[in-house]
């Protein structure tokens, strides 16, 4: 491996808006996600989403949720994400 494919395998990328947005709702198939660039920088996020899986969750409980559909990624090439999210009522 030369220098170059080191430096690459060891800088994380940032993530998409439309990648995280993805991977949530791979996670949560209901739900209603917004996703914001806060700086433009594709560094910076914001998250807001809706989803019935949330019922009966803490806030902390939801938040673990959206966390885990990252698989890993939060502090890597995901560097901040605010998250709002809430209870998607169904009919």
């Known amino acids: 491996m030369n220098a170059e494919e080191i430096l690459?395998?060891?800088i994380a990328m940032p993530?998409?808006?439309t990648e995280i947005e993805q991977l949530i709702k791979q996670s949560l198939p209901d739900?209603?996600?917004r996703?914001?660039?806060?700086r433009g920088d594709g560094d910076h996020y914001a998250a807001y989403v809706r989803s019935a899986a949330f019922k009966d969750k803490t806030r902390v409980q939801q938040h673990q949720m959206i966390y885990?559909?990252?698989r890993g990624r939060m502090g890597n090439e995901l560097h901040a994400l605010a998250l709002q999210t809430s209870v998607l009522e169904t009919a």
């Open 31 to 33: 739900a209603e996600v």
């Open 68 to 70: 885990e559909a990252l």
């Open 8 to 10: 690459k395998e060891n």
């Open 35 to 38: 996703i914001d660039d806060l």
């Open 15 to 17: 993530m998409s808006g």
